[in-house]
């Protein structure tokens, strides 16, 4: 079992910033690909970008790609998404996941964090 906590969301206007960060517990493994997600009110979860613990290897949604850089702390067992020039359309709810397999489809992620809302007021 992987416990994921995401923390860092709030309300920002248009063009700022924030930092979200998920701590992960439990039987972390080496080998997991950490992604974060979004969703928002009457849209299906999508793909925000990944990264892999082992290799560091990072992978981008394109309406994201220049404007958030996801990372990782091996030591501290936390992954974070740095997010700059913020527009209202990345207000949603994002969740932190954990998965065996190289992907961006939610359904193959097999640990989900409780999700932090983000809000960017125009």
């Known amino acids: 079992q992987v416990q994921l906590v995401e923390s860092g969301g709030g309300t920002v206007q248009a063009g700022g910033s924030l930092r979200l960060s998920c701590a992960a517990s439990?039987?972390?493994?080496?080998?997991?690909?950490m992604g974060w997600f979004r969703q928002a009110p009457g849209k299906e979860r999508e793909f925000v970008a990944r990264?892999?613990?082992?290799?560091?290897?990072?992978y981008y949604a394109d309406s994201v790609k220049g404007r958030f850089t996801i990372s990782r702390d091996n030591a501290k067992n936390t992954v974070n998404l740095q997010m700059n020039s913020l527009k209202s359309e990345d207000t949603a709810v994002y969740y932190c996941?954990?998965?065996?397999?190289?992907?961006?489809?939610?359904?193959?992620?097999?640990?989900w964090g409780q999700g932090t809302q983000v809000t960017v007021s125009s």
């Open positions: 439990g039987h972390t493994e080496s080998w997991y690909k």
């Open positions: 990264i892999s613990w082992s290799s560091g290897l990072r």
């Open positions: 996941a954990a998965s065996a397999r190289l992907t961006i489809r939610p359904d193959e992620y097999d640990y």
